[in-house]
């Protein structure tokens, strides 16, 4: 028998409910799915021919592309469950101040670790194969993106990675965080799989000199882009404009930091004109609903998510995509007049991630389009009723779970609910024992 060369085989999918939304064909019943180089090759009616290398017959699946979060933090993994802050915290600077600046300062490397794996295994699980994350261990910096991309590659999915560069600890650790972007960057700034972006906290953790700083730096680079929380708090308006901005996305462009690959988080409280800020550099804005609704600081305008075609992330509070989607629609539903136009979220999910994720990582990701990287979620999903093309939204939504299979550059990561080559329990206890000391020394630090 002739060696097939894992990259070239030719693999032919049979049998599947094919949904492939805002693609050239973006529904097929019982269709196929033909593979090569880690790519789809065609997708339709497929006679399953000699030139086959392999056939998979996955009986009535439904077929959905690989889906893509574009805003995390897998940093925060551990926290389910963790013990609420003593103090209550009243707005959103006190929830940072009392959560996730304790938490972010007591990470080290093991718990670190443990954190990327649960947190990529938990995204995995729900069909998520592009993770665009926004990392923070603040006592642990040096080397910790490339933990993150070691840890990604084990689990055969992608990522993105930036450091988020603060000046509340002080000049080295701003220092140290500026070198691991740059380091970062320089070695996977061509990488197919790794897309490095420059991280910053907010605008209102950061100096007029190191924002300087940065710019400088980058001046350096090329191919950067920023990623960076943007008005999620008006607290974070407000400081700009006590440092005499108009607004947090005009003082980050008037340092030239905004661009093309740049991504702008939450942008609650832009102002009418950073829409037109934004437009000009192309950066790009992601929206994330459930975690504004858990931090209590408003909802993104529906009119300025239409008009700068939004993003969708999670903000660290899960890996599942289609319920960020569900409950993004339910949180602004629940503030809306009967009639009132809401927000199309599965657009956000299916069509706007992809043209960010294309974006970055410069070749083409989340559809099942000829040519697109063969990421797939497969859901044994039966539905109780008619599936066609113009419901895939309702069924999705509201009817899938957690897909039994997920493929990655054509191949399987999850096979019959099955991690491939990893150990499902040995992530979850070395989580465990990880997050009891993370807890403790939170508790120990500040928390007291
Ligand atoms: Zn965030």
């Given at each position: ?22 693609g ?10 033909l ?19 392999e ?25 389910t ?12 600077t ?13 990470l080290d ?83 197919a ?36 929380h943007?008005a999620?708090?008006?607290a ?39 829409s ?8 790009m ?20 998510i ?10 660290g509070m ?9 409950e ?6 629940s503030?809306?007049?009967?009639g009132?136009?809401g927000v ?7 069509r ?15 559809k099942?389009?000829?040519g697109y ?37 054509g ?24 997050s009891?000391k993370?807890w403790?020394r ?7």
């Amino acid at each position: 028998m002739m060696h097939v060369n894992q990259n070239s085989k030719k693999t032919l999918l049979t049998h599947c409910r094919i949904v492939n939304p805002y693609g050239e064909i973006d529904f097929i019943e019982n269709g196929s799915i033909l593979i090569q180089d880690g790519l789809i090759k065609e997708i339709g009616q497929i006679e399953s021919a000699n030139t086959v290398d392999e056939t998979i017959d996955l009986k009535g699946k439904t077929v959905l592309p690989g889906m893509i979060n574009a805003h995390s933090h897998l940093y925060s993994a551990l926290a389910t469950g963790m013990p609420f802050p003593k103090g209550s915290p009243t707005n959103f600077t006190e929830i940072l101040e009392q959560v996730w600046w304790i938490l972010d300062r007591a990470l080290d490397k093991e718990s670190t670790k443990a954190s990327y794996e649960a947190g990529l295994m938990d995204h995995l699980r729900y069909g998520v194969t592009t993770v665009i994350d926004h990392h923070s261990s603040q006592n642990y910096i040096k080397g910790s993106l490339q933990l993150l991309a070691d840890t990604a590659d084990q689990f055969g999915m992608n990522i993105s990675g930036a450091f988020e560069m603060t000046d509340r600890n002080g000049a080295n650790t701003f220092q140290g965080s500026l070198d691991e972007n740059i380091r970062f960057h320089n070695t996977y700034i061509d990488s197919a799989t790794v897309r490095p972006l420059i991280g910053l906290h907010a605008s209102f953790t950061l100096s007029d000199e190191s924002l300087q700083h940065i710019a400088d730096q980058l001046k350096h680079e090329t191919n950067w882009g920023i990623h960076v929380h943007t008005a999620e708090d008006k607290a974070d308006q407000t400081d700009a404009e006590k440092r005499g901005y108009s607004s947090v996305i005009q003082r980050l462009d008037s340092f030239g930091l905004l661009n093309e690959n740049s991504l702008v988080i939450h942008g609650i409280h832009f102002k009418p004109e950073d829409s037109e800020i934004i437009k000009r550099t192309g950066a790009m804005l992601v929206h994330n609903p459930s975690s504004n609704a858990n931090n209590r600081v408003g909802m993104t305008p529906s009119k300025l998510i239409e008009n700068l075609n939004a993003g969708l992330g999670t903000d660290g509070m899960q890996g599942n995509m289609l319920a960020e989607a569900k409950e993004g629609t339910l949180i602004r539903s629940s503030h809306l007049p009967g009639g009132a136009a809401g927000v199309h979220y599965a657009e956000l999910l299916f069509r706007n991630n992809p043209a960010i994720a294309t974006k970055l990582f410069n070749r083409k990701i989340g559809k099942l389009d000829p040519g697109y990287s063969a990421d797939m979620a497969i859901f044994d999903y039966r539905p109780r009723t008619v599936f066609h093309a113009g419901n895939w939204i309702g069924h999705s939504l509201f009817g899938m779970d957690k897909p039994s299979d997920v493929m990655t550059a054509g191949q399987f990561r999850i096979r019959d609910y099955e991690l491939m080559g990893i150990s499902e329990t040995e992530i979850l206890n070395k989580a465990q024992v990880q997050s009891n000391k993370l807890w403790k020394r939170m508790e120990d630090g500040v928390m007291e």
